[in-house]
């Protein structure tokens, strides 16, 4: 049973916040409304560095599109199958807590909400946020009734050891966040992508592409890395419009000259390689 999340922290001093009507509220009376739209914005003018932080609405629309055509779907499962083994493990009556950090516009977070409703015996909330106003927006509109905020990952919006995961997809983790919202024994999942990843596409952006070698891998303090789950495969017979998108929903997109472009547009790939690898930590 998915359930709403309240675990919330106010971004400005950490202290516990309560719903009441459509706002969030501190004991120190700092105070959130929710958005019409059905998310809440919890990243204050002190916590950014720009006006418009995080992915445009150009970006936003690109992931939409292409994610929506299920073709990261072996991502979701490999994702989720980590929630579903960790829920597995604990008792029945017990709330689980997961936070899907980064969450863009929301295919990962929704995706893994409708594979946990599968556990209608569990109390379970899933919160997810992005710096992004445009990718939380477009968020709420795939399910209004779940929870979304515009947070950073800097200041997450969540009590000390109110999560039993986090998931960081494709993000920028902020390990001394990570360690101070999820509790002893949780979990933090995080998906990298590898040395060919959309390497089809790199070599349409770049006139010498360089593939390096993986760094050496340091746990980070606090965790312990259980497990790696490469996830590798091709997509075939793809569309101009879904390399497009693909291509549109990555910075490489934003460093194509406009000969390159064109180039792009009259002689796509027609194949791509996914790399990607999901690596399971601990938290000690």
């Known amino acids: 049973m998915i359930t709403p999340f309240d675990s919330w922290a106010c971004p400005l001093d950490a202290l516990p916040m309560k719903r009441i009507g459509n706002s969030l509220i501190c004991p120190n009376n700092h105070v959130y409304d929710y958005a019409r739209a059905g998310y809440i914005h919890l990243l204050p003018v002190q916590l950014k560095k720009s006006h418009a932080p995080g992915d445009n609405k150009e970006m936003v629309q690109a992931r939409r599109t292409f994610l929506n055509t299920g073709m990261y779907t072996p991502i979701l499962n490999t994702a989720t199958q980590v929630a579903k083994t960790y829920i597995a493990k604990h008792p029945m009556n017990r709330r689980f807590v997961f936070i899907d950090a980064g969450c863009g ?3 990962y977070t929704v995706g893994l909400i409708e594979r946990l409703q599968m556990f209608v015996d569990k109390n379970i909330s899933v919160l997810g946020f992005d710096i992004s106003r445009e990718a939380i927006m477009a968020a709420a509109k795939r399910n209004k009734k779940f929870d979304w905020a515009v947070a950073t990952n800097k200041k997450i919006p969540v009590i000390g050891s109110g999560a039993d995961g986090v998931f960081s997809l494709f993000g920028f983790p902020v390990w001394s966040e990570f360690e101070r919202v999820v509790k002893k024994g ?3 999942a995080v998906a990298d992508t590898g040395k060919n990843h959309l ?22 303090s606090g965790f312990m890395l259980m497990k790696e789950v490469p996830v590798r495969y091709q997509l075939s017979e793809i569309s101009f419009e879904i390399a497009d998108a693909l291509l549109k929903m990555t910075p490489h997109y934003y460093r194509m000259t406009a000969e390159k472009y064109d180039s792009f547009r009259a002689n796509p790939p027609r194949a791509v390689t996914i790399d990607t690898i999901l690596r399971l930590y601990k938290r000690l």
Do not use: S
């Open 105 to 107: 516009e929301g295919y």
């Open 186 to 188: 949780g979990f933090v």
């Open 199 to 220: 390497i089809e596409l790199r070599r349409c952006v770049y006139k010498h592409v360089i593939v390096k070698e993986a760094d050496t891998h340091i746990t980070p």
